[in-house]
């Protein structure tokens, strides 16, 4: 009923920049808290960035300073902003929102399949 879709992962060097985008679509009566998770080969998934309706904004201690999360509440879309990327950023990042599909319901997760980063010479 929910799709998220990411775009933009890709094959960068040392220092680069790349920028995420995760757009949601179905039905839903409101998206909350959305946010960017990544997971590498071997190891779990672990929280990247977050924002808020309200754009309130947390980080990974591993990307601040260097990541910026945004949305455009109107189109229903979140980006992630990477810049000087090093090696062990290297995952697939996956888009995450936090979805209420009806005006009673309660929040429910949706994720998206997912867009392979990777940061290498």
């Known amino acids: 009923q929910v799709q998220l879709v990411e775009s933009g992962g890709g094959l960068v060097q040392p220092g680069g920049s790349l920028r995420l985008s995760c757009a949601a679509s179905?039905?839903?009566?409101?998206?909350?808290?959305m946010g960017w998770y990544r997971q590498a080969p071997g190891k779990q998934r672990e929280l990247v960035a977050t924002i808020t309706r309200g754009g309130d904004t947390n980080y990974a201690d591993s990307v601040k300073g260097r990541f910026t999360i945004s949305r455009d509440g109107a189109k229903n879309l979140v980006y992630l902003q990477m810049t000087s990327l090093k090696p062990e950023d290297t995952a697939v990042y996956y888009c995450n929102a936090r979805i209420v599909v009806t005006p009673f319901s309660s929040e429910i997760g949706s994720w998206g399949q997912g867009t392979q980063v990777t940061v290498s010479s």
């Open positions: 179905g039905s839903f009566f409101r998206i909350n808290t």
